[in-house]
């Protein structure tokens, strides 16, 4: 099991114990098989980021995504025909319509439909 404060770990093979981290971190990521293979802090980003595991670092979310931040590791695709600028968006409502076409009008429903012949 696995107790936040202390961070102990047990494994069906052995038990290992980790003294309290000495920053303030609101949660460890853990990488490899076992618990013994290590930790680190994860730190928690800002909305319109998400938290990349390999680097151990919070990047943007691209253009048409949101986060909410935190320890997310991934951003969401804004919903179909609308989009957001690069690491701003932390929900769909942030989401904006996308720019129409020459000849299309914006129904706030819908989104970009053809203008009347």
């Known amino acids: 099991g696995v107790e936040v404060l202390n961070l102990i770990f047990s494994e069906s093979t052995e038990a290992n114990c980790v003294t309290k ?6 949660q460890i990521a853990f990488y490899g098989d076992k618990a013994s293979d290590g930790y ?3 730190e928690s980003c800002n ?8 680097a151990n670092v919070c990047t ?12 997310i590791e991934s951003c969401t695709a804004c919903p ?3 989009t957001s600028e690069v690491g701003s968006a932390s929900s769909a409502a942030d989401c904006t319509w996308v720019p129409c076409d020459v ?15």
């Open 80 to 82: 179909d025909g609308k």
């Open 60 to 71: 943007d979310c691209p253009a048409a995504e949101y986060s909410a931040g935190g320890t």
């Open 47 to 54: 909305v319109g980021q998400s938290y990349d595991t390999s």
């Open 40 to 42: 680190r802090p994860q």
């Open 21 to 26: 981290w000495s920053q303030d971190v609101e």
């Open 103 to 117: 000849g299309q009008k914006l129904d706030n429903t819908h989104g970009c439909v053809d203008c009347p012949a």
